[in-house]
């Protein structure tokens, strides 16, 4: 039986665009070092704000060490594909004349995939390096890219592999897709929003993941979910509630239109959470609330990581609980 998601190595957390995949990131990131984990956290946008959630002031092509076993790296594939070559190419002088050549400028911009190669490649050299015998990273925490752009990063090796006859980059193609593949190591976690089309967006990307690429599937975690729901009696009072002085009249049909604005997501999160748990097989789910905060924070990666460990455990035991009636 494969670990549980949590001890796995390589986590990689994808989504649509702006569902929260950098803060969900920057959470994973954060209780994975509390449990005494070695973490890398790598942005694949190397402008992103992963960094500066976790403590740092920017981020590097080099591993950053913001916090006690926290370390962020950003990851660009140019650079990636340089440092590559650095290592094919030993010879300082010969590589700056290959770098600084207009082939190679061309080379670059015309060879499809080449750049998400690599920096998958990169990726999968932090996550097999070792130093004195032992893996260098407990955990490493990719915040990927929106869909799109992910699926075409978790592709490129299986594409490479297929498309390279026999030689290096057949054999290099090969040994990432390996590892990617490995339940023993990895698990790509999917944020959403419980709303109509990020519901219908993952369940596209699930298929996408598990059928057509056989990564493995790790949480799939619903973000800003909003729980509070009003009684239609305790909206009602309130709307018809009256108030003497303007001000106070002003707040209260303030409080009003917010509390039915509120019940009125929390009724279309719970409709699409069904959609989402019907349609994720037996992929734990785990939600996290929407923080109402004026600004997002450190603080609030760190509650948003104690929930999420909570969430975890809450599914564990579920499953669990599921497990022991199937066998009674
Ligand atoms: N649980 C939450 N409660 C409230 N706000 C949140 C929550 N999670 C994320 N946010 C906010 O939602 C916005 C989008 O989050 P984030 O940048 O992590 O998304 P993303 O998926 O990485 O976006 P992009 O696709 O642009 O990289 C940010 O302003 C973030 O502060
Ligand atoms: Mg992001």
Same mark, same amino acid.
Not at 59 to 74: I, N, S
């Given at each position: 039986?494969?670990?549980?998601?949590?001890?796995?190595?390589?986590?990689?957390?994808?989504?649509?665009?702006?569902?929260?995949?950098?803060?969900?990131?920057?959470?994973?990131?954060?209780?994975?070092?509390?449990?005494?984990?070695?973490?890398?956290?790598?942005?694949?946008?190397?402008?992103?704000?992963?960094?500066?959630?976790?403590?740092?002031?920017?981020?590097?092509?080099?591993? *950053?060490?913001?916090?006690?076993?926290?370390?962020?790296?950003? !990851?660009?594939? +140019?650079?990636? &594909?340089? $440092?590559? =070559? /650095? #290592?094919?190419?030993?010879?300082?002088?010969?590589?700056?004349?290959?770098?600084?050549?207009?082939?190679?400028?061309?080379?670059?911009?015309?060879?499809?995939?080449?750049?998400?190669?690599?920096?998958?490649?990169?990726?999968?050299?932090?996550?097999?390096?070792?130093?004195?015998?032992?893996?260098?990273?407990?955990?490493?925490?990719?915040?990927?890219?929106?869909?799109?752009?992910?699926?075409?990063?978790?592709?490129?090796?299986?594409?490479?592999?297929?498309?390279?006859?026999?030689?290096?980059?057949?054999?290099?193609?090969?040994?990432?897709?390996?590892?990617?593949?490995?339940?023993?190591?990895?698990?790509?976690?999917?944020? *959403?929003?419980?709303?109509?089309?990020?519901?219908?967006?993952? !369940?596209?990307? +699930?298929?996408? &993941?598990? $059928?057509? =690429? /056989? #990564?493995?599937?790790?949480?799939?975690?619903?973000?800003?979910?909003?729980?509070?729901?009003?009684?239609?009696?305790?909206?009602?009072?309130?709307?018809?509630?009256?108030?003497?002085?303007?001000?106070?009249?002003?707040?209260?049909?303030?409080?009003?239109?917010?509390?039915?604005?509120?019940?009125?997501?929390?009724?279309?999160?719970?409709?699409?959470?069904?959609?989402?748990?019907?349609?994720?097989?037996?992929?734990?789910?785990?939600?996290?609330?929407?923080?109402?905060?004026?600004?997002?924070?450190?603080?609030?990666?760190?509650?948003?990581?104690?929930?999420?460990?909570?969430?975890?455990?809450?599914?564990?035991?579920?499953?669990?609980?599921?497990?022991?009636?199937?066998?009674?």
């Amino acid at each position: 039986m494969p670990p549980s998601l949590l001890q796995r190595r390589l986590h990689f957390v994808v989504g649509k665009g702006g569902v929260g995949k950098t803060t969900i990131a920057a959470a994973l990131a954060l209780l994975l070092v509390r449990r005494g984990r070695r973490t890398l956290a790598v942005e694949m946008d190397a402008v992103g704000r992963l960094p500066t959630l976790l403590g740092g002031s920017g981020v590097g092509y080099v591993p *950053t060490e913001v916090a006690p076993g926290l370390h962020v790296l950003g !990851l660009d594939g +140019r650079a990636a &594909l340089e $440092e590559y =070559l /650095g #290592l094919i190419i030993p010879v300082k002088r010969l590589l700056a004349t290959v770098f600084s050549s207009k082939l190679y400028q061309y080379f670059v911009a015309a060879a499809p995939g080449l750049k998400e190669l690599m920096t998958v490649g990169k990726i999968w050299y932090e996550a097999t390096r070792e130093e004195a015998g032992r893996p260098c990273w407990d955990a490493i925490v990719v915040d990927a890219p929106a869909t799109g752009h992910s699926l075409q990063y978790l592709r490129m090796p299986q594409a490479a592999r297929e498309a390279f006859g026999a030689g290096l980059v057949q054999r290099e193609a090969t040994k990432i897709t390996g590892l990617l593949r490995d339940r023993q190591t990895t698990a790509v976690h999917i944020v *959403t929003l419980a709303e109509e089309t990020p519901v219908t967006e993952t !369940l596209e990307t +699930r298929t996408q &993941l598990v $059928e057509a =690429l /056989g #990564l493995p599937l790790g949480f799939v975690i619903a973000n800003r979910v909003h729980r509070r729901r009003f009684s239609p009696a305790v909206l009602e009072r309130l709307h018809a509630t009256t108030a003497s002085p303007a001000a106070e009249r002003a707040l209260l049909a303030c409080v009003a239109e917010r509390a039915t604005e509120e019940s009125g997501w929390a009724s279309i999160n719970e409709a699409h959470l069904g959609r989402l748990r019907a349609g994720i097989g037996s992929a734990p789910l785990v939600e996290l609330p929407f923080l109402f905060v004026e600004e997002f924070d450190r603080s609030c990666v760190e509650q948003l990581a104690r929930l999420l460990e909570a969430g975890v455990a809450a599914d564990s035991r579920g499953a669990a609980r599921g497990r022991e009636r199937g066998s009674s």
